[in-house]
């Protein structure tokens, strides 16, 4: 008899009563009564039978189900656990397990090094060439709403620089690094006094 496939799977949980409704989840563990200190609701932390599963309650108690949604058709969209078939690189395809490099992180799962970098190259070549045809320079990277690259053109993000002076910073275009500046210009608001009855 052939297995089910993954997304099919309905695997009845004995260890856990149906009543039991606090469950959390810590990567691949499923978690019931966190932190709880009621002896007759303990803290059980479970690893599905496999990856890829975890679990929900239905009618009838608490059973182990699909997580994964590329499994379920569901591709682009952040998968909070995946099966171990589709643990593979968002580019590429390469299993994990096949992986020499740590991969990077990706909203749908991960990508595996070498195409990290290559895609981290393209994009260098093609803002370099790109500032290059337009005669990019310094000139166009003052007094700017955000801050530009003085080599490729191209805007970082620096959410965490707000201080008046001059900071250090590495483009994650090109890579090169830059000085900016950060200054603020003075605004004046001024309104008429207004005595309220009872202050004098
Ligand atoms: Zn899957
Ligand atoms: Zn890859
Ligand atoms: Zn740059």
Same mark, same amino acid.
């Given at each position: 008899?052939?297995?089910?496939?993954?997304?099919?799977?309905?695997?009845?949980?004995?260890?856990?009563?149906?009543?039991?409704?606090?469950?959390? %989840?810590?990567?691949?563990?499923?978690?019931?009564?966190?932190?709880?200190?009621?002896?007759?609701?303990?803290?059980?932390?479970?690893?599905?039978?496999?990856?890829?599963?975890?679990?929900?309650?239905?009618?009838?108690?608490?059973?182990?189900?699909?997580? =994964?949604?590329?499994?379920?058709?569901?591709?682009?969209?952040?998968?909070?656990?995946?099966?171990?078939?589709?643990?593979?690189?968002?580019?590429?395809?390469?299993? %994990?397990?096949?992986?020499?490099?740590?991969?990077?992180?990706?909203?749908?799962?991960?990508? =595996?090094?070498? =195409?990290? @970098?290559?895609?981290?190259?393209?994009?260098?070549?093609?803002?370099?060439?790109?500032?290059?045809?337009?005669?990019?320079?310094?000139?166009?990277?003052?007094?700017?709403?955000?801050?530009?690259?003085?080599?490729?053109?191209?805007?970082? @993000? %620096?959410?965490?620089?707000?201080?008046?002076?001059?900071?250090?910073?590495?483009?994650?275009?090109?890579?090169?690094?830059?000085?900016?500046?950060?200054?603020?210009?003075?605004?004046?608001?001024?309104?008429?006094?207004?005595?309220?009855?009872?202050?004098?």
């Amino acid at each position: 008899m052939m297995k089910p496939a993954l997304k099919d799977t309905k695997l009845f949980i004995p260890e856990i009563p149906k009543h039991w409704t606090d469950r959390t %989840r810590s990567g691949h563990r499923n978690i019931w009564n966190h932190d709880s200190d009621d002896p007759n609701k303990p803290e059980i932390s479970l690893t599905p039978p496999e990856q890829g599963l975890y679990a929900v309650r239905f009618e009838g108690g608490w059973y182990w189900v699909c997580g =994964c949604e590329v499994c379920h058709g569901n591709t682009g969209v952040y998968s909070y656990i995946v099966c171990h078939d589709h643990d593979r690189c968002v580019t590429c395809g390469t299993h %994990r397990e096949d992986l020499t490099d740590a991969p990077w992180g990706r909203l749908a799962g991960f990508q =595996c090094k070498p =195409c990290a @970098e290559k895609e981290h190259a393209d994009r260098k070549a093609e803002a370099l060439a790109k500032a290059r045809e337009e005669n990019h320079s310094e000139i166009d990277c003052s007094y700017e709403d955000s801050i530009i690259c003085p080599t490729c053109a191209s805007v970082n @993000e %620096r959410e965490e620089l707000h201080e008046v002076g001059t900071h250090r910073i590495t483009c994650d275009v090109c890579d090169e690094t830059f000085n900016v500046d950060i200054e603020y210009e003075i605004r004046y608001t001024a309104t008429n006094i207004r005595e309220s009855g009872n202050a004098l």
